[in-house]
């Protein structure tokens, strides 16, 4: 696929590449068929030749043939004579089918024709006329100079006719060399085109490959920029968290103190009076005891549901107690108002006030979330230390979520990330549909703290 976008980012590249490959293929088949065309012309022309120098030594075979059975009379000397006749024909077979279409050497071969039918005409009347026993006739034409003179024609004609092949050799042969150097030539061109679109091609990709390069740097200068930025931002909502739970906290304990000084005097002040004004009413004025029961029974609740609020914004236990005494108490009063059953498994662990606070803040948190949205039937509340770190989870067997869709309210679990991350730890939520949640918290010791 990479292979394949280079490319399409090149199109000149691409064309440059099938022109040099296709003029390549088109030289080299052109030169393929010329040489292929000439090789069979020289082949032809050599048989020509060969023909043409068969020819002249069957004309000599017949007449020493000729000769030799007139001065013998002996039947075996024909034979070379026939044998030649054969020769003779079969050569002209070939040569009359090869100069057939060149007017030039067609006039050659038809003089050589004439000539040889000539000379073999008289050396077959001079057999006839021996075998007729007209024998001095026939040597009298065998003693004349025209057969030598004949023979000295087809000579002279077939070495034009060999002179002609041979300039048709030459011609040939050179065709074929200029192809040869052509195609050479074709071929050295197109291979430094071939080079020279090679050598832009690297260049090009060369140039591609750097400015992806510095492409990569600059991104990667951003994201290391952005990073260092998301790192520093990160810390500043951490940091920020931890001062907002801090103020918050120390508001609570404020607006706990104030409360329990103020209205819890107040309170118990009121229900002191009341107490007083009831011992000296009489018992003639039923109803005003009974107002001053109702009186009472109204000022307990509101010391009742004052220390309620008190401990709800800065839990006593957790201060007299210590963390697991607190979760304990925190877990059986909710298990007391929602019927649903908490499961503990609570082990002393080591660590700073701070982050006691954290723990029981987030198990406080998480059991409203459950309250509010598991449905729920039980609870299970761990705290312990495990491969060196403090752990604590509250898991639940509700309804559950997809983790990979953003809760319809997620500020109260993206509030407790940063609560725990303010303290060094780390916060994990694991839940799937039907298969309830389970909110792990890790936090390092007091002495890794300290350290």
């Known amino acids: 696929m990479k292979k394949i976008t280079a490319l399409q980012r090149h199109p000149l590249v691409i064309a440059c590449a099938l022109a040099a490959a296709g003029a390549v293929l088109f030289v080299s088949e052109a030169s393929y068929w010329r040489s292929t065309t000439t090789l069979q012309e020289l082949t032809e022309m050599g048989m020509s030749r060969t023909q043409i120098q068969t020819l002249e030594r069957s004309m000599l075979d017949a007449e020493t043939g000729q000769r030799g059975y007139l001065l013998t009379q002996r039947k075996e000397y024909l034979e070379p004579y026939v044998t030649a006749l054969l020769r003779i024909e079969d050569a002209y077979k070939v040569l009359d089918v090869y100069y057939g279409s060149d007017p030039e050497s067609q006039a050659l071969l038809q003089r050589l024709h004439t000539l040889t039918e000539t000379t073999l005409s008289e050396l077959a009347l001079t057999l006839q006329l021996f075998d007729e026993g007209r024998g001095k006739a026939g040597r009298e034409i065998l003693m004349t100079d025209i057969g030598r003179e004949k023979m000295d024609a087809i000579r002279a004609t077939s070495a034009e006719l060999l002179a002609y092949q041979t300039r048709a050799v030459s011609d040939s042969r050179s065709a074929l060399i200029s192809t040869l150097v052509l195609d050479r030539l074709g071929v050295a061109v197109l291979s430094l085109v071939s080079l020279l679109a090679l050598f832009l091609y690297l260049r090009q990709s060369q140039a591609l490959k750097l400015q992806q390069m510095e492409l990569q740097r600059v991104v990667q200068l951003e994201r290391d920029r952005l990073e260092v930025e998301v790192a520093n931002r990160t810390a500043e909502l951490i940091e920020l968290a931890q001062h907002l739970q801090t103020a918050r906290e120390d508001e609570r304990q404020r607006l706990a103190r104030n409360l329990h000084d103020d209205l819890g005097s107040l309170l118990t002040s009121a229900k002191l009076d009341a107490a007083r004004i009831k011992s ?172």
């Open 280 to 451: 000296r009413i009489t018992v003639a004025a039923p109803e005003a005891l009974d107002l001053l029961a109702h009186l009472v029974g109204t000022l307990n609740t509101g010391i009742a549901l004052g220390r309620r609020i008190i401990e709800d914004l800065r839990p006593s236990s957790l201060s007299n107690l210590g963390l697991v005494a607190a979760l304990e108490i925190l877990a059986r009063e909710y298990a007391a108002q929602s019927g649903v059953a908490v499961h503990c498994q609570l082990e002393p662990v080591a660590l700073r006030p701070s982050a006691e606070l954290v723990v029981y803040r987030l198990v406080q948190e998480a059991i409203t979330n459950i309250a509010k949205y598991a449905q729920a039937r039980n609870i299970w509340i761990e705290l312990c230390t495990r491969a060196g770190q403090v752990e604590v989870s509250v898991r639940d067997d509700g309804v559950g979520f997809d983790t990979s869709t953003k809760p319809t309210s997620a500020y109260g679990l993206v509030g407790m990330r940063f609560r725990v991350g303010a303290e060094g730890g780390s916060l994990q939520l694991q839940s799937r549909p039907g298969q309830g949640t389970q909110i792990l918290a890790k936090f390092p010791p007091l002495s890794s703290t300290a350290g």
